[in-house]
Nanobody, 114 residues
């Protein structure tokens, strides 16, 4: 059974970089045709897709975040990582890592506040 687990700080100051790691167990992030995404949900709002890294390491980001976001991976640790630069309070959300064939992490709350 594939499991995903997010980890990282729950509080980030404005203008800093938000960094989260997703550790995948029970499956490999290099499995052919599997994609690994970050999705977030701000309080009172819907889900927002933030970007994806695929089985070969290629990344895709929405235009709204492209200037601030990076997704990378560590295949030896079977992890993929989100970095979001220059955060503001509007980046406060529950962040989820998602991938494989519909596997979700439990989500982690990140608050941007001074």
């Amino acid at each position: 059974q594939v499991q995903l687990q997010e980890s990282g700080p729950g509080l980030v100051k404005p203008s800093q970089t938000l960094s989260l790691t997703c550790t995948v167990s029970g499956g490999s992030i290099t499995t052919n045709y599997w994609y690994w995404s970050w999705i977030r949900q701000p309080p009172g709002k819907g889900l927002e897709w933030m970007g994806v890294i695929n089985y070969s390491g290629s990344t895709y980001y929405p235009p709204s975040l492209k200037s601030r976001i990076s997704i990378s991976r560590n295949t030896s640790k079977n992890q993929f990582t989100l970095q979001l630069r220059s955060v503001t309070p509007e980046d406060t959300a529950v962040y989820y890592c998602v991938g494989g064939v519909g596997y979700w992490g439990q989500g982690t709350q990140v608050t941007v506040s001074s």
